[in-house]
């Protein structure tokens, strides 16, 4: 039951001021307009518990506070400003800029868990927002998931940094492929990236077919322009059609050739991840 959603098991940063508001005697704080510059995005969340404390991320501790301070005094739903602009001159953004927050001290809280049921079935939701003057819904996404086929170091280091980033990683070695056949239990949706790892290639042509059939937003294979070349035209022999072979990036990663599988893992997870954040714009 989501109404015991445990906010620990959230992988989504974005997610975390949701399911902390499906709890009882949460407040929830939307960023709906932003005037100059932010680090957060509009649409930007945090919680405020019974006790003050706060889950999620505005970026700015002290702006945190005075919103923990402003919503225990909050019995309504209101908008606020907050820095340039705003009739508090004791509290000034950092940045400069001005931001419209909306605090609401009882969100729906069917909707906000909802939102996580159907986050949990892999698929975008919207929360209305009918404050402000830039936001009308509030687009979640799903999380960002990663399929890593392959072998070596390369396949540890980059399952141990998506642990360590909370990213959900499903890893198939070679013991859980067979040559020439798709992955069995491989499952690909559009917030899902599938990135292969190999030195032999001759383990990548049916996985390949597989992956770019389907809808994961992202499908890379690791090699140089020799073994892209090469994987093409196998590709295009295979009958694997053009505008799919076009949807595979390789080489792989924001850094050109990485010499080692720690940094090969931080630059190809940081090419997925900006991938991702693309879409957030999209959506």
């Known amino acids: 039951m989501l109404a015991d959603y445990a906010i620990e098991a959230v992988r989504d940063e974005d997610h975390l001021a949701l399911a902390a508001a499906c709890q009882p005697d949460v407040g929830l704080c939307t960023i709906v307009g932003i005037d100059g510059s932010f680090s957060r995005r509009l649409g930007a969340q945090l919680a405020v518990m019974q006790d003050g404390s706060t889950v999620g991320d ?15 005094q909050s019995t309504e739903r209101r908008v606020r400003r907050y820095g340039r602009g705003s009739s508090n001159i004791d509290f000034r953004l950092p940045c400069g800029g001005g931001l419209d927050i909306l605090l609401d001290p009882a969100p ?10 159907t986050l949990t079935m892999r698929r975008p939701a919207r929360l209305p927002i009918n404050e402000g003057r830039h936001l009308l819904n509030r687009t979640y996404l799903p999380s960002l998931k990663l399929a890593v086929l392959g072998e070596g170091p390369e ?25 020439g056949q798709a992955a069995r239990n491989a499952q690909y949706d559009p917030w899902t990236a599938c990135l292969l790892l190999f030195h032999d290639h001759e383990w990548e042509l049916a996985l390949l077919e597989q992956a770019l ?12 322009d020799r073994a892209r070349s090469d994987r093409n035209l196998a590709l295009a022999a295979r009958g694997v059609p053009e505008e799919q072979i076009a949807r595979l990036t390789s080489p792989v990663g924001l850094m050109p050739a990485c010499k080692s599988p720690r940094t090969l893992a931080l630059s190809a997870l940081s090419e997925i991840v900006d991938r991702y954040e693309q879409m957030r714009a999209i959506f």
């Open 108 to 117: 729906d809280r069917a909707a906000c868990r909802s939102i996580l049921e």
């Open 213 to 224: 059939a389907s809808e994961a937003f992202y499908v890379g294979a690791q090699g140089g």
């Open 155 to 179: 396949l540890e280091a980059v399952s141990s940094l998506c642990s360590a980033m909370k990213i959900e990683v499903e890893v198939f070695t070679r013991k859980d492929l067979s040559i």
């Open 58 to 72: 505005l970026a700015d501790s002290c702006l945190e506070s005075q919103l923990a301070t402003d919503m225990a």
